[in-house]
Structures are given as structure tokens and as C-alpha cells.
């Protein structure tokens, strides 16, 4: 993953937290507020699968300091 998609991904994540922080305050219609449930659940899962992913390339990008350790 280059720097940039790693920005792209912390972005994304403080766009969908601010996102759900202004959601909190609303005062929603019935319908509206349906249709902002199913968005929290989509948002709730791509938060799980960025999480995922930054936590996958810290670990990768740990791999060659943890072996030069060994050495």
C-alpha cells in the first residue's frame, strides 16, 4: 500500500466519523431515519474493513524491523 492509499483510508474513516457524529443530532423522519440505519450499518462495516486494513500494512510494515531484531 503506498503512503497516499494509507491517507486515502484515514480520510475516509474521519469522513464516515464525522458523518456519524452529525447523524447523531438529527431529528429524522420515520423514512429517513430508515434509510440512515441502513447507512450506519454500511459505514459500521467499512469502518471494520479500513480498520482491517491499516492494521494489515502497520503489521507488514513491522515484519522487517521484528527480523532484523532476530538478528
Do not use: C, Y
Not at 431515519?33 to 500494512?57: G, P, Y
Amino acid at each position: 500500500m503506498t503512503a497516499e492509499n494509507f491517507v486515502d483510508l484515514i480520510e475516509e474513516m474521519i469522513d464516515i466519523k464525522i458523518q456519524q457524529h452529525a447523524g447523531s443530532n438529527l431529528k429524522p423522519t420515520p423514512e429517513i431515519a430508515e434509510v440512515l440505519a441502513e447507512k450506519k450499518m454500511t459505514d459500521t462495516r467499512r469502518l471494520k474493513q479500513i480498520r482491517a486494513e491499516l492494521i494489515r500494512t502497520l503489521n507488514e510494515a513491522d515484519t522487517p524491523a521484528q527480523q532484523w531484531q532476530g538478528v
